[in-house]
């Protein structure tokens, strides 16, 4: 079982989740994932985990002042 998944893979987060889907449908991990990398990743994923996962909710956090180390969470 998967309880907790973090990525922080430059810019790859979205693809690599599409790959995780069996994984997100079978144990809905908790999810820490990057999304400074690409302009619009927050949105994109966002709304993938939302179609495979509705029971999905979000928050974010910034870990820095200047744009950078922008997290978001995912959780059931």
Same mark, same amino acid.
């Given at each position: %079982? =998967? !309880?907790?998944?973090?990525? &922080?893979? $430059? !810019?790859? $987060?979205?693809? /690599?989740? +599409?790959?995780?889907?069996?994984?997100?449908? #079978?144990? *809905? @991990?908790?999810?820490?994932?990057?999304?400074?990398? #690409? *302009? !619009? &990743?927050?949105? /994109?994923?966002? &709304?993938?985990? *939302? #179609?495979?996962? @509705? $029971?999905? #909710?979000?928050?974010? %956090? +910034?870990?820095?002042? =200047? !744009?950078?180390?922008?997290?978001?969470?995912? /959780? =059931?």
């Amino acid at each position: %079982r =998967v !309880g907790f998944i973090k990525l &922080d893979i $430059e !810019g790859a $987060e979205l693809s /690599a989740l +599409q790959g995780a889907m069996h994984t997100l449908l #079978r144990d *809905k @991990p908790f999810l820490a994932i990057c999304v400074y990398h #690409r *302009k !619009g &990743d927050v949105l /994109a994923i966002m &709304d993938y985990l *939302k #179609r495979v996962i @509705p $029971e999905y #909710r979000f928050w974010l %956090r +910034q870990y820095s002042s =200047v !744009g950078v180390d922008t997290v978001l969470y995912a /959780a =059931v």
